[in-house]
């Protein structure tokens, strides 16, 4: 028996198939042989702080809220909220980061607007939006470059990588991961609309900026 399929059905089965690919590799079911820190003899490094009080110190802290994050499977969109928060389940690159380093007890937002307010010729900015300024990656950076911890550019100095680590792009940004590939580059968290919220990608993009985020002078 012949089965005929008219471009209608194509398109579904098409539709199907492609979900079903997405669906497969978000849930790795595809594993891919990862490492930690130790089995290259690099010591995984700790903050001495422990910011929000929860018995974990804070790069942990970081790390832990951006994979919990991405846990969510978040869709991506770039919109503008009242409040600044997104209100729809619709997240951009720069959420991943205010919400990781809400879990180690930081308001990302609340640092950001008010450095802008008392420096805002330090970020460039014509007009000063609470709404939006903090979920910008140029504004993030400029912050980090102030007052955390800056590192190397350099992928393959992997004993200066650590997981909880910021790593900036032109126009994204991300967490870097605990996991490694077998050169000991580590994956990085992030969202950018595409398969995988954490993967092999820390050089796929040029690097910007690495961060650690130990503040120092943010109130002064």
């Known amino acids: 028996m012949k089965i005929f399929l008219n471009w209608g059905h194509m398109v579904v089965l098409f539709l199907i198939i492609f979900l079903f690919i997405i669906a497969f590799y978000r849930a790795d079911f595809i594993k891919v042989k990862t490492y930690k820190a130790e089995d290259f003899g690099i010591k995984t490094e700790e903050s001495a702080l422990d910011t929000d009080n929860d018995g974990v110190e804070d790069y942990t802290d970081i790390l832990n809220g951006a994979r919990e994050f991405v846990s969510k499977n978040p869709k991506y969109k770039s919109k ?6 997104p209100t729809d389940g619709y997240y951009v690159c720069t959420d991943v980061i205010w919400y990781a380093l809400s879990k180690a007890g930081y308001d990302l937002k609340t640092l950001l607007d008010e450095d802008i307010k008392n420096n805002q010729s330090d970020y460039d900015i014509t007009t ?18 102030k007052y955390a911890l800056k590192l190397t550019l350099d992928p ?5 990588w650590q997981g909880g680590d910021i790593v900036t792009y032109p126009n994204h940004i991300a967490i870097v991961s605990d996991k490694r590939n077998k050169e000991g580059i580590p994956f990085i ?10 993967e092999n990608a820390l050089e796929e993009k040029t690097i910007t900026g690495h961060y650690r985020f130990t503040l120092h002078d943010v109130n002064e």
Do not use: C, M, Q, S
């Not at 000063?128 to 470059?145: A, E, Q, T």
């Not at 968290?189 to 954490?198: P, S, T």
């Open 128 to 145: 000063i939006d609470p709404n939006i300024d903090f979920r910008r990656v140029k504004n993030i950076k400029v912050f980090l470059d």
């Open 80 to 85: 503008y909220y009242e409040g600044g928060y």
């Open 156 to 160: 393959t100095e992997i004993e200066k």
């Open 189 to 198: 968290i992030h969202h950018d609309g595409g398969l995988k919220y954490e």
